[in-house]
C-alpha cells in the first residue's frame, strides 16, 4: 500500500513539472479578453432585456391589459 502510495506521488510530480504554464503577457491578454467579453454580453443582454419589456409594455397597452405591480 505504501509503495502504491509512492508509486502515484512520484508519477504526479512527473505529471506536475510537464505543465506547461502561460507566460505573463499571454495570461494578461487572456483576462483582458474575458472582461471584454463578459462586459459585450452584459450591453447585449441588458439591450434585449430592455427592449423586450418596452415591446411587452406596448402590447399590454395596446390591447388594455392590466400590468400587475412588483
Do not use: H, N
Not at 502504491?4 to 506547461?20: C, D, G, M, T
Not at 419589456?53 to 406596448?58: L, N, P, Q, S, T
Amino acid at each position: 500500500m505504501v509503495e502504491q502510495l509512492k508509486r502515484f506521488l512520484q508519477e504526479v510530480r512527473a505529471e506536475f513539472y510537464k505543465i506547461s504554464w502561460p507566460s505573463r503577457m499571454e495570461t494578461f491578454g487572456l483576462t483582458v479578453l474575458v472582461i471584454t467579453m463578459l462586459t459585450l454580453l452584459t450591453l447585449i443582454l441588458f439591450f434585449y432585456d430592455f427592449a423586450f419589456g418596452r415591446a411587452i409594455g406596448f402590447l399590454f397597452e395596446l390591447f388594455g391589459v392590466v400590468r400587475p405591480t412588483g
